[in-house]
């Protein structure tokens, strides 16, 4: 081991009985891994690698129900019942054999779930306000309700400790107990609502249960916002003040601080910040309350990087850090950089794309590590192959040279050409607006290590199939990704410009455009975002009923703050027809998609997004010589296992396997190149 430059960051701390290695920690989260409201293997396997990587504590199961009036709404683990006990104590024990504690969380939603599924119980609220990110009109909480939700907690708590967990998060923030606090969620006048030591009563009395009936030596951490940033909400005062309240109880070991009010859909885009925003944008927030409190701090809302986490601990805002999505994307971040391997730490950049997919009813992937959730296909440490093979790549994207690094960690002797000047593909492209810059981030870490692995890059390299073959590859991986299209649209292959063309420079900007984007996704808003940002006039155009209608929250709530800021025009529910020169102007048709109204509207520009189409004129000059025929065996994709055309005695005797990945075969986004390259490479 090295000795790290970070001091604070390396201390141990003494947490009520526990004593942490370090002030790393990852923070309660639902993955959406839970098998029916169960931590099964692929929810354990993946805390355990973070244990593996050296974090000082992990903390797990992310807003899990007590209660069956509080149905999951992302894929929550249900401590409402005793089956889970079993599997925490198996949880426990494979996490504790690393010399780490674990906790859960546990809340009632309140008003902050839905009422259609499970049970289809009414949700409850201290008022009958609406909820504005889950849309429930909740039933008013009464003294019943009260009493069996306390006890609710309390069971839970208890199954929790009868798990050898070492204790519980409370969720408060946005959640029932919550919900009690904020001015904007309980207007009630009796003992439960009106001041803010009325308002604490219910949690308090959670907390009193709670300790009723865990055992001695069990935290008990608070996890709630200390200023909601809304008008009428809770204040920075009011956060303290709640902090001084539950350190005065003795019934909380620590109060974990977050901020921004997360049951607003641009509220949960502060909550849990990404590159938009500063790092660590609420750490001073935590510690005013860690000041005014004494009791220990935890803290995550953005801090990626160890030099940031350093800052926040020896600075005094806090005591234990968490870095929940930093781990997300390199669970060994802290042992690589204990061993002095800083450049081997995959970024995280804050894209978004893991709490994006939960709240969107997926489970939590990273955009760019395909390995993180599939812990039982894949080993985040790559194994030096038995057999050193020539490897030609062809792209140098995201998935080229993911696939790149791969085999150059496995031992292979690695050859990457590429048409450009530099790499990263549609990357250069997505980073092009200031608040996504970071996304240059993914790109240039892999360069960084394929350099430092010895792979051979030739850019300026339009490779053609003799390039390839001159190289005497053992396997070729063509990762050429995409070109874009105009679809359908008559005239748009003349008439019309792509985002490419507008993002890397290539054609002037018009004052009046139209943005037209049929993929839901962010390449229209950005393209959008960066014109507007000139002084022109933009129209965002989509057929969906909404712009960016497959981007999840946390991302779709930045563009439409900008768009809007930017006076962007949105026109969902319009389709885009054709389009016609009109002496210096364009004229488009368009169509409603509901009253198939057509309108003529005119543009000095117009860019169309509509997708990209392979890219595949060397695939079909590579495949008919390849042992394979360029085709990969679906189910040892699947499983990851070795392509078995690598073991035939063509390639043992100088013929080559031929692979596809990322948008060369479909357009799929980052994550499936990713994904791709590791299928493929893993086990070559």
């Not at 970070?6 to 990852?26: C, D, M, Q, V, W």
């Not at 798990?163 to 207007?187: C, K, M, R, Y």
């Not at 790092?279 to 005014?292: D, H, T």
Request: hydrophobic share 40%.
């Amino acid at each position: 081991m090295t000795s790290s430059p970070y001091k604070a960051l390396f201390e141990p701390f003494k947490l009520g009985h526990l004593t942490l290695k370090n002030r790393i920690i990852s923070t309660c989260h639902a993955p959406a891994y839970a098998e029916d409201g169960i931590p099964g293997e692929r929810y354990q396997r993946y805390h355990e690698e973070k244990a593996r990587g050296g974090l000082a504590m992990t903390m797990f199961g992310g807003a899990s129900s007590v209660s069956k009036d509080s149905p999951p709404s992302f894929g929550q683990l249900n401590v409402s019942d005793d089956r889970i006990i079993p599997h925490f104590r198996a949880f426990a024990n494979r996490i504790h054999a690393h010399d780490v504690p674990l906790i859960c969380q546990l809340s009632h939603a309140g008003r902050r779930t839905r009422p259609d599924g499970n049970h289809w119980l009414p949700t409850v609220a201290p008022s009958a306000l609406r909820e504005p990110a889950h849309g429930a009109t909740p039933k008013i909480i009464e003294p019943t309700d009260i009493r069996r939700i306390v006890a609710d907690y309390a069971a839970a708590a208890k199954r929790c400790s009868e798990g050898g967990l070492d204790g519980i998060e409370l969720l408060a923030s946005g959640h029932l107990i919550g919900q009690f606090w904020s001015p904007l969620s309980n207007t009630r006048s009796d003992n439960y609502g009106g001041t803010l030591e009325n308002r604490l009563r219910f949690g308090m009395e959670v907390l009193e249960a709670i300790r009723d009936v865990v055992r001695k030596n069990f935290i008990v951490s608070l996890r709630f916002t200390a200023n909601e940033f809304i008008d009428g909400g809770i204040t920075e005062e009011d956060g303290i003040a709640i902090g001084v309240a539950h350190a005065q109880s003795g019934l909380v070991d620590c109060l974990n601080v977050s901020g921004a009010a997360n049951w607003t859909k641009a509220g949960v885009a502060e909550t849990v910040p990404s590159m938009a925003f500063p790092a660590g944008r609420f750490v001073e927030l935590a510690g005013k309350v860690r000041w005014s409190t004494g009791l220990p701090v935890l803290h995550a809302a953005g801090v990626a990087d160890l030099a940031t986490a350093n800052f926040a601990v020896s600075e005094g805002h806090v005591d234990l850090i968490g870095m929940t999505r930093a781990q997300i994307a390199d669970p060994h971040m802290v042992r690589k950089h204990l061993e002095g391997k800083d450049e081997e730490i995959r970024p995280c950049v804050g894209a978004g794309y893991c709490i994006d997919r939960i709240y969107r009813g997926g489970d939590a992937l990273c955009l760019h590590n395909a390995v993180t959730g599939r812990e039982g296909t894949f080993s985040h440490e790559t194994r030096t192959a038995d057999t050193t093979r020539k490897v030609v790549i062809v792209g140098a994207g995201p998935a080229g040279l993911e696939a790149a690094r791969v085999c150059a960690e496995r031992g292979h002797k690695v050859a990457l050409l590429e048409a450009q000047s530099n790499p990263g593909g549609q990357i250069v492209y997505a980073a092009r607006i200031p608040w996504r810059q970071n996304m240059i981030g993914i790109t240039r870490w892999l360069y960084d290590r394929c350099v430092s692995l010895g792979v051979e890059f030739r850019f300026n390299t339009y490779a053609e199939a003799d390039d390839v073959l001159s190289l005497s590859p053992n396997v070729v991986i063509l990762a050429t990704g995409g070109l874009p299209e105009s679809g359908q649209i008559i005239g748009g292959d003349m008439l019309g410009n792509s985002t490419w063309d507008i993002l890397s420079g290539e054609v002037s900007l018009g004052k009046k455009v139209l943005v037209y984007d049929e993929t839901g996704g962010q390449s229209g808003p950005t393209v959008a975002e960066y014109i507007a940002g000139t002084g022109s006039q933009v129209d965002l155009m989509t057929p969906d009923r909404m712009i960016a209608e497959g981007v999840g929250v946390t991302n779709h709530a930045i563009h439409l703050r900008n768009l809007y800021g930017a006076g962007v025009n949105i026109l969902p529910d319009w389709r885009l027809l054709k389009l016609e020169r009109n002496e210096s102007r364009i004229n488009a048709t368009i169509r409603n998609e509901y009253s198939a109204q057509e309108e003529l509207r005119e543009y000095e520009q117009v860019v169309i997004e509509t997708g990209t189409v392979p890219m595949d004129d060397l695939y079909d000059d590579l495949a008919s010589q390849a042992v394979n025929g360029g085709h990969a065996n679906i189910d040892q994709l699947i499983s990851a296992g070795q392509q078995s055309c690598l073991a035939t005695d063509a390639v043992q005797q100088g013929g080559f396997a031929f692979f596809r990945i990322g948008d060369c075969v479909s357009a799929r986004g980052v994550h499936a190149a990713m994904l791709d390259a590791n299928r493929i490479c893993k086990m070559l």
